[in-house]
Nanobody, 125 residues
Framework: VQLQASGGGLVQTGDSLRLSCAASGRTFSSYYMGWIRQAPGKEREFVSAISGSGGSTYYSDSVRGRFTISRDNAKNRVYLQMNSLKPEDAAVYYC???????????????????WGRGTLVTVSS
């Protein structure tokens, strides 16, 4: 599975942004898909994940209620809708795929089946 994240940019506090991750590979729907972020000087941290069918979603406490993850298996895409952005949300956001949810949610995140290239989100105050 190859992953490519896009949609990052510079926004102001309170704005919204939608990230997209395009995946290649026939087994896309068999993986948990997740969004991981890394701020300068910090470890990579779990943001959100979604089950292969899309029926279950998971969020970190810091983004729950503001971010929404979704996936379209027909298009091999996963999305992260980010609302009410805060300066502390600024980071490089990566999409990732793993057969085990626990790997996406571990801290620090070390081993994941597939990583995509990140997209930078900057939030000005």
């Amino acid at each position: 599975v190859q992953l490519q994240a896009s949609g990052g940019g510079l926004v102001q506090t309170g704005d919204s942004l939608r990230l997209s991750c395009a995946a290649s590979g026939r087994t896309f729907s068999s993986y948990y898909m997740g969004w991981i972020r890394q701020a300068p000087g910090k470890e990579r941290e779990f943001v959100s994940a979604i089950s292969g069918s899309g029926g279950s979603t998971y969020y970190s406490d810091s983004v729950r209620g503001r971010f929404t993850i979704s996936r379209d298996n027909a298009k091999n895409r996963v999305y992260l809708q980010m609302n009410s952005l805060k300066p502390e949300d600024a980071a490089v956001y990566y999409c990732a795929a793993d057969s085990a949810l626990s790997n996406l949610r571990s801290y620090p995140i070390r081993v994941v089946d597939y990583w995509g290239r990140g997209t930078l989100v900057t939030v000005s105050s």
